[in-house]
């Protein structure tokens, strides 16, 4: 599976971006999708998860009522709607597509994009 990660850019602290992944290579929808990130100088973090149909989403406390993941499997492509950006959240987001083992942890995943930056200014 290839993933390619776009939507990246720069916002101000309250500010809005959407990131996109588009996979190809294999069936995507039967595939649990991910994102992660990576602040500097600190571990990739989960950030939120879907599973293959959409049904069910999970996500990370730190943005929890603010960050939306959702798919669309006609286009294979994953979204992340983030909103109330916060200087915290800035970092390069990654996304993944798993083998459903866990949604949460880096090991669940089988196969990573390369990696959006985000940067929240306040």
């Known amino acids: 599976v290839q993933l390619q990660a776009s939507g990246g850019g720069s916002v101000q602290a309250g500010g809005s971006l959407r990131l996109s992944c588009v996979a190809s290579?294999?069936?995507?929808?039967?595939?649990?999708m991910g994102w992660f990130r990576q602040a500097p100088g600190k571990e990739r973090e989960f950030v939120a998860a879907?599973?293959?149909?959409?049904?069910?989403?999970y996500y990370a406390d730190s943005v929890k009522g603010r960050f939306t993941i959702s798919r669309d499997n006609a286009k294979n492509t994953v979204y992340l709607q983030m909103n109330s950006l916060q200087p915290e959240d800035t970092a390069v987001y990654y996304c993944a597509a798993g083998s459903g083992n866990s949604y949460f942890t880096r090991e669940g995943y089988d196969y990573w994009g390369q990696g959006t930056l985000v940067t929240v200014s306040s």
């Open positions: 879907i599973n293959w149909s959409g049904g069910s989403t």
């Open positions: 290579g294999r069936t995507f929808s039967n595939l649990p």
